[in-house]
Structures are given as C-alpha cells and as structure tokens.
C-alpha cells in the first residue's frame, strides 16, 4: 500500500470518527439532533417510542463498537501497522477497506471469526 493510499484512509478514518462521535452524542451538534428526536417522539405512542428507544440503543452500541474500530486503526495508521491482518499478517484486501477503513481482518480470518471456529 502506498504512502498516498494510506493518507487517504486516515482521512476516510477520521470523517468516520466525527459521524460516529456526532451519532452518539460526543460532539455538540448531536444533543441538538437529539432534541429534534425527542420532539418528533411526542407524537408516536408509548409502545412505538420504546420500540424506537431499543433500535436507537442498538445502533448506538454499534456505532460505539465501530468509533473504537476506527481509533484503532487510526493507531495503526500512526505506527504503520495499518492494512495488514490482524490474526494472520496478510495484507487487507483494499476493497474492504474502501468499504469500512477500520477493517482489522482480512476476509479469510473474518469468515472464520464470524463462524465462530476456533482460530
Ligand atoms: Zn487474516
């Protein structure tokens, strides 16, 4: 991978990491889109806006776990260690890095993680 590549996934890496922090209400922009939620809550009923408190709850947790993924590879990036797999040390298809910077894994490895076999 490139010096430029590299750059331009550290910049990719940042954006991430102030949508993510915008979501979960780390920044001041965000308390002001939770207002608008919770304006926009008063007309759905009780049971909807529960229902909605436990999607937004989900999304929420995903986003943390993604915010972290992301200072990771920030990290990664700062001691050159980024785009290599994390449990074998093979380089990281760039194409799943197009998609999600903050990729640790390559394809190989995911699929056994997410199968959940023993490494
Ligand atoms: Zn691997």
Not at 25 to 51: H, P
Not at 86 to 92: M, P, R, S, V
Not at 93 to 109: G, S, Y
Request: proline share 2%; net charge negative.
């Amino acid at each position: 991978m490139t010096k430029t590549q590299v750059r331009q996934y550290q910049q990719d890496l940042m954006q991430l990491e102030t949508e993510l922090m915008e979501f979960l209400g780390l920044s001041s922009k965000a308390s002001e889109a939770v207002e608008l939620d919770q304006a926009r809550m008063g007309r759905v009923s009780r049971g909807d806006a529960m229902q909605q408190q436990a999607m937004v709850s989900a999304a929420h947790q995903r986003d943390e776990k993604r915010l972290i993924a992301v200072r990771k590879a920030l990290k990664r990036i700062e001691s050159d260690d980024f785009g290599w797999c994390l449990e074998c040390g093979e380089d990281i298809n760039v194409k799943r890095l197009d998609v999600a910077p903050e990729t640790e894994l390559c394809l190989e490895c995911q699929s056994i993680q997410e199968q959940g076999q023993p490494l």
